[in-house]
């Protein structure tokens, strides 16, 4: 961790000397959230496609102080979102030191940390805690106990002498340990139904009970949990006290343009070669038809993880080609998309009565996929011309060990091959295997309108008229 900076008070005293006043979780978070909105800064970075729909509602409802239930299908960028909560707290706060629930210097709550500001009065220690280590997350597990969020007796300490009733006997939990920080509880209904009842009062009357005896703490934590709509029915669901204890209950979705399912692909996969832009749409869309489908189970959801895991296997593949061909830069071409079937089949879930034929129907959509974007691309373009030369005899060959410079060498020399690469995003100046990557692009959706045939065998596939 970065060290705090050497310029902060160390001691209580110097601390009230330099006008610190305690504020609550909720406030800081108000004040910081409404002083980026103020400036115009981005308060959540990294997310994409939530900007008019779950963004303002999420803001309305920090704003108002609230705890907040996040609610939607897997994949959608729930936690990704709770994580950014972090970077509206402050930097630095401070803590009496060695203190166990992160107490503020100015306003200790446990009976050990009061004892010790009533002792030392000015002196008692400072510490700075950084904003990162503020933030509790917890998936939650059928397996999760009480004493795991709440707390409980250490028997050791009753060992030592203290009586049971001692709240210095109390060993606490992930909830209470998060005083004065964000907790965000993953995947809610699968915490057992009797565990979050002890929730209850964590939330509402912000104190603790633990083995028959209340210690009344009162402690200042965000709660923000994520749920699937499903949960509510299948593994198990939230309990309506608690449902009634989150002051908003958010609705969360996919990226709803394929130019947001691009940027999230751009930015949350680790590509180990060059995937060009209209490959990228290819998959968006592909993802996007598969939401659609109805041979796919939508209340398991196609996850955006299906569609980043799909743009890291293109590249592999082009990577591998680019081994096998020596061809350097590696760039993925429409031939490697025929990987993606295969390799993710087993992340989807498919409706009963679809067994064995899994295959048929992402080969389908993702062909279909490949059509849209190419008339997206292409439209308006007389591709007529490489029709003609590929009927003429210039038959074209791909595949794992084709390089691209072979590729446009079966070519004869076109002005609308140049208009292909220019509509791809591509100059007649780059790399040959990135215009070769537009040129199969246009010949795989002449052959998907019928106007081209494809004969294809283990290794090679060859358009012909």
């Known amino acids: 961790m970065t060290p705090a900076p050497e310029n902060l008070p160390r001691t209580a005293g110097a601390l009230r000397a330099a006008g610190h006043l305690p504020r609550s979780i909720k406030t800081e978070i108000h004040d910081n959230l409404l002083a980026a909105l103020r400036e115009g800064r ?30 939607g299908e897997r994949g959608q960028g729930k936690t990704r979102l709770l994580r950014t909560l972090a970077g509206l707290l402050d930097e630095w706060t401070p803590v009496i030191e060695g203190s166990e629930l992160a107490e503020h210097p100015l306003e200790p709550i446990t009976p050990a940390s009061r004892r010790r500001a009533a002792e030392l009065g000015d002196d008692l220690p400072v510490a700075w805690l950084h904003r990162d280590q503020r933030y509790t997350e917890k998936l939650a597990t059928p397996d999760t106990s009480v004493g795991d969020l709440i707390g409980d007796v250490d028997p050791v300490k009753v060992a030592e002498g203290r009586s049971l009733g001692d709240p210095e006997t109390i ?42 005896y209340t210690l009344r703490l009162p402690l200042d934590v965000l709660l923000v949990a994520t749920a699937n709509p499903e949960d509510y029915t299948n593994r198990g669901r939230i309990i309506t006290p608690l449902k009634d204890r989150f002051g908003a209950e958010i609705r969360t979705h996919y990226p709803l343009t394929v130019a947001a399912e691009v940027d999230v692909v751009r930015q949350e996969a680790n590509l180990v070669a060059e995937v060009g832009e209209p490959l990228l749409e290819v998959l968006a869309r592909f993802v996007r038809n598969l939401r659609e489908s109805t041979v796919v ?78 008339r997206e691309r292409f439209g308006g373009l007389n591709l007529r011309p490489l029709v003609e030369a590929v009927s003429n005899g210039h038959l074209v060959a791909t595949g794992e060990r084709v390089p691209g410079a072979d590729l446009l060498a079966a070519l004869p020399e076109l002005p609308v091959l140049h208009e292909v690469a220019q509509r791809a995003g591509v100059s007649a100046t780059d790399e040959p295997g990135r215009i070769a990557a537009a040129v199969e692009l246009a010949l795989e959706s002449l052959y998907l309108a019928r106007q081209l045939a494809k004969d294809s065998d283990d290794a090679t596939t060859v358009y012909g008229p």
């Open 297 to 374: 189970d939508q209340r398991s959801g196609v996850s955006a993880r299906f569609a980043v895991a799909a743009a890291e296997t293109v590249a592999a593949a082009a990577l591998r080609r680019a081994a096998l061909t020596g061809e350097h830069p590696a760039v993925a071409r429409p031939v490697d998309l025929e990987a993606v079937p295969a390799v993710l089949r087993g992340k989807i879930e498919f409706e009963p009565g679809e067994e064995g034929r899994e295959t048929e129907h992402l080969v389908h959509l993702l062909r279909r996929a490949v059509a849209e974007t190419a």
């Open 171 to 212: 060993h606490f939990g992930l909830v209470p340990r998060a005083h004065r920080g964000i907790v965000a509880i993953n995947e809610l209904p699968d915490l057992a139904e009797r565990i979050q009842v002890a929730l209850l009062n964590v939330m509402e009357e912000r104190d603790i009970q633990i083995r028959g």
């Open 42 to 71: 981005n308060p959540w970075p990294g997310i994409v496609g939530f900007d008019r729909t779950v963004l303002p509602q999420f803001e309305r409802a920090l704003l108002a102080g609230h705890d907040v239930v996040l609610l």
